[in-house]
C-alpha cells in the first residue's frame, strides 16, 4: 500500500555509504546474492554514473539507485543498483525511485533506451513501467537467483504517458536522422524526438513556424498535432503529426525516374515551395531575430569555431582552401547586403518526400533549422543534392537565382565542414568523420 511519508531525492553523498549498504543487506538474500555486496561497495567507491539516495522527512536514507550511460552506445542508459529499505517494499517508494530516474533520463536528449538487469522477484514491477524481458539467465546472479535483462523503449514510454488518449497500437523506430529520433506510431502518426540540446531549444519556435506556414506554401509540412515543445518541462520534448506518404527524393532516386519532363516538374514544385515560404511574413513571430540579424557576423564566427576545432583535423591544403573561401565571402560584406526570409534551413534529401504513384513531390520534413536567414542556404543544399543539371532546372522557373549564385556556391563550400563541425561538438563520429573525410578530399 501507499504510505503518506514525503520522500524526496537527493544526490549521493559519501556519508551516505554505510545508509545504503544497510539498504542492501536488508535485501539479501531475496533481491541480492551476498557475494554480490563487493560489487556494490567497489561501485560506491567509483559512481560511473549519476547516484541518488531517497530521504524521508527526518533525512534517513530509505532507498537509492542511480543511472549511467552505456560506454558502447551513447543512446543507451543502464538502471544501477536501485534498492528499497525492505519494510518500505510496496509502499509506493521503489515507484518513486524508479519515476524519477526515468525523469532525469528522459531529460538528456541523446538517450532513448533503458536497460536493466534484475531478477525474477522484480521484473514483474518493471514491466509496469514498460519494461521488455530481453533474456533470462538461470541463477545468473547466485543459486536461485536469475539475472533478467529488460529493456524499455523511453521515447515510446514518453508517448504513453503525455499522449493517454492515443493508443499505442504499433511502433515502429524509424532511421533517425542526424538531429532526431523518430517514431512511426499505428502507421500514422511521426512523433519527432530532438537528440541534442540545441533542437530542444529550437522545438517551440519550430512548432511555432509550422503553425504559421502550413497553409501559406504550395506542399505539405508537419502539422503538429501532440506536442511537448517546452524544453523546460520535465516530460522529454516532442511533435507528433499525421504521416505525409512519400519517400526521400535522394539523388539516386532522382536519376532512376530518368523522365526529364517528370524531373522538371519536380524542379517547379520546388522552386515553388521555396518562393512561397521566402515570401512568409514572419515579422510578429520573428521580430527579435530580424532585429538583430547579421549574416557576415554569424558566418565568421562559425569560420571562427572551424579555425579552433576543425583545422587540427584537416590537411595543410584544406585549411588553406577553407581559408580563401570564407575570408572571399566575408570581404563581400561592404557590397553585398544579405535580405533575410524565412529559410527551411536543412534542404537535403532526407527532407524532402517523393510519391511515385503521382510522380510529385508530396510534401517537406524537419523544419528544426527554420528560422531567419539568407535564401541562398535552401538553394545551396539543392544543387548540393541533385547537382548542376536539376539546378539548371531551378533557374529556369525563377531567374532571379542567378543573383544569388556567388553566394549559393560559399554556402554549398561549407556544408562539409559544417557536418564535421557538427559531429565535433556532438559527439557525433559518423558525422565528424564523413565531414572531415569530404573536406580533405575537396584539394
Known sequence: ???????RLRAYRNEDREACLALFDGNVPKYFA???RQDFVSFLEKLPGPYFVMVNEQEEVVACGGYATSEKNRELAVLCWGMVRRDLH???????LLEERLRLIAAEPHLSIVMIETSQHSCGFFERFGFMVKRV?????????????????????????????????????????????????????????????????QLSREAAILDLIADRVPLEVPRPVYRNADASASARPFIGYRKIEGEPLDAELLQQIGDEVIVRRLAGQLAEFLRELHRVNTDELLLEERQNYNAYAEWAELYERIQTKLYPHLKPDARKWTEQHFQAFLASEAGTRIVPTLIHGDFGTTNILYDATSQQISGILDFGSAGLGDPAVDYAALRASYGEHFFQFLVNENPQLSALMDRVLFYQGTFALQEALFGLENGDEEAFRAGIDAANARV
Open 1 to 7: 500500500m501507499l504510505d503518506s511519508t514525503s520522500y
Open 137 to 201: 539467465v538461470p541463477n545468473g546472479f547466485a543459486q536461485g537467483l536469475d539475472l533478467v535483462e529488460m529493456k524499455l523503449e523511453l521515447l515510446t514510454q514518453v508517448v504513453r504517458t503525455s499522449c493517454p488518449e492515443l493508443a499505442l497500437n504499433t511502433v515502429e523506430p524509424i532511421n533517425a536522422g542526424q538531429n532526431s529520433y523518430i517514431l512511426l506510431i499505428n502507421s500514422e502518426w511521426v512523433f519527432r524526438f530532438p537528440k541534442y540540446e540545441a533542437g530542444v531549444r
Open 90 to 96: 510496496r509502499h509506493g517508494v521503489g515507484t518513486q
Open 34 to 36: 551476498i557475494e554480490e
